[in-house]
């Protein structure tokens, strides 16, 4: 089954300095891939999807980009954070043809001072 | 549009007792449904999910849910809550492809001793 790691796991950063946080997923190949954020006391928002590499879908208008720059990573990046960027960021890919489950990292909590 | 609400932004239940947490959903279609398990600082757990045929689904962790179309819901059930059933849980609906679900704000459950 897929297992899906996030980097870092915890991070705190300025405004205004460049964010990277990574995805990596292993037991599959060429999956789709989720960017989601949770904010404190909030559902989740889908942000980014990619069906393959080099292809990216933005969900909503933001400060972010995503980049799949190989088949099982997935990047999400800020040239210059702002304070509403702060959250709780989870990757996640399909668990499999027809099961309609995601499966998620352990997810990537962001905190912008 | 579509649309899922989880009424209940925290649930406290004593342990021992039961537990059901509500779901509503505007869909225009026959949806999918799922309910996710979110532990403090982690990723998401699926617990069960609906696709068709029985309407009382059962999951992991005993749990199960109830699809009752004529009411829009799929609420969560649990005949007795343990300690470490405290985590927040979300409600999400298939959005055609892509797995792009939508998603509850999510009912945060606490247990009292």
């Known amino acids: 089954s897929q297992t899906i790691h996030q980097w870092p796991a915890t991070l705190v950063q300025p405004v205004g300095s460049p964010l990277s946080l990574e995805c990596t997923v292993e037991?599959?190949?060429?999956?789709?891939l989720y960017w989601y954020r949770q904010a404190a006391g909030r559902g989740l928002q889908l942000l980014f999807y990619?069906?393959?590499?080099?292809?990216i879908s933005s969900e909503v208008p933001q400060n972010l980009s995503a980049s799949r720059p190989q088949d099982r990573q997935f990047i999400l990046s800020s040239k210059k954070l702002l304070l509403s960027d702060s959250g709780f960021y989870l990757c996640?890919?399909?668990?499999?043809?027809?099961?309609?489950?995601?499966?998620f990292g352990e997810g990537s909590r962001l905190t912008v001072l | 549009a579509q649309s899922v609400t989880q009424p209940d932004i925290h649930i406290t239940v004593s342990e021992g007792a039961s537990l059901e947490l509500r779901c509503n959903y505007s869909?225009?279609?026959?949806?999918?449904l799922f309910w996710y398990v979110q532990s403090p600082g982690q990723g998401l757990q699926l617990l069960l999910k609906?696709?068709?045929?029985d309407t009382l689904v059962q999951g992991i962790k005993g749990f199960e849910a109830e699809f009752k179309r004529s009411q829009s819901s799929f609420n969560l059930r649990k005949p007795s809550v343990h300690w470490s059933d405290a985590a927040e849980y979300f409600c999400?609906?298939?959005?055609?492809?892509?797995?792009?679900?939508?998603w509850g704000a999510g009912t945060k459950l606490i247990i009292k001793p």
């Open positions: 990619s069906v393959g590499i080099g292809q």
């Open positions: 609906y696709f068709s045929g």
């Open positions: 996640a890919c399909p668990g499999g043809p027809g099961t309609g489950e995601l499966f």
């Open positions: 869909y225009g279609a026959t949806p999918y």
């Open positions: 037991g599959t190949s060429n999956p789709n």
């Open positions: 999400a609906v298939g959005a055609g492809s892509n797995y792009q679900l939508i």
